[in-house]
């Protein structure tokens, strides 16, 4: 079992907006490790911003699949455009209680992370068994 975050730019997407409606499974697109993701991962919500952290934790429901982006997206060019997905199903929506990017830095064991070191980076990044349980204890 890996261990993933994916990242949700609120300049891009609504994700919050979601995360306060309740919606609880999702289509992620993603671009990388794609042969690598596979149903029973365990998935965490990215929110990227001046209050990063993690807004969402769950669970991968299935692989990777190719889907349009829907009308959602707010860059006009972002819409319709062929990407791929993952479906994931939310467990605990944090979105009230997010566990911030400093909180996961203090605690210890965070500070490697790749979406620590390179958040640019293609989504998803993997987490080691380590980083993911930080993110348990902070949970």
Same mark, same amino acid.
């Given at each position: 079992m890996? %261990?993933w975050p994916?990242?949700?730019n609120?300049k891009r997407?609504?994700?919050? $907006?979601h995360?306060? =409606?309740?919606?609880?499974?999702? =289509?992620?697109?993603?671009? /990388?490790?794609? =042969?690598?993701?596979?149903?029973? =991962? +365990?998935?965490?919500? *990215?929110?990227?911003? !001046?209050?990063? &952290?993690?807004?969402?934790?769950?669970?991968?429901?299935?692989s990777?699949?190719?889907?349009?982006? $829907?009308?959602?997206?707010?860059?006009?060019?972002? @819409?319709? !455009?062929?990407? +791929?997905f993952?479906?994931?199903?939310?467990?605990? +929506?944090?979105?009230d209680?997010?566990?911030? !990017?400093g909180?996961?830095?203090?605690?210890?064991?965070?500070?490697?992370? @790749?979406?620590?070191?390179?958040? *640019?980076? &293609? %989504?998803?990044? !993997?987490?080691? %068994?380590?980083? *993911? /349980?930080?993110?348990?204890?902070?949970?």
């Amino acid at each position: 079992m890996s %261990n993933w975050p994916f990242q949700g730019n609120p300049k891009r997407y609504p994700v919050l $907006d979601h995360l306060l =409606d309740g919606e609880m499974e999702v =289509d992620w697109s993603v671009t /990388r490790h794609l =042969d690598e993701i596979s149903g029973g =991962d +365990n998935a965490a919500l *990215w929110v990227s911003g !001046k209050r990063a &952290g993690v807004y969402a934790t769950g669970y991968v429901m299935d692989s990777p699949y190719i889907g349009r982006a $829907d009308d959602e997206w707010i860059e006009p060019a972002d @819409r319709g !455009k062929e990407l +791929n997905f993952c479906p994931i199903q939310w467990t605990e +929506n944090r979105v009230d209680r997010p566990i911030l !990017k400093g909180d996961l830095l203090a605690a210890g064991g965070f500070e490697q992370a @790749r979406i620590i070191r390179q958040p *640019w980076a &293609g %989504n998803p990044m !993997k987490l080691t %068994n380590a980083e *993911w /349980r930080v993110i348990e204890r902070l949970g």
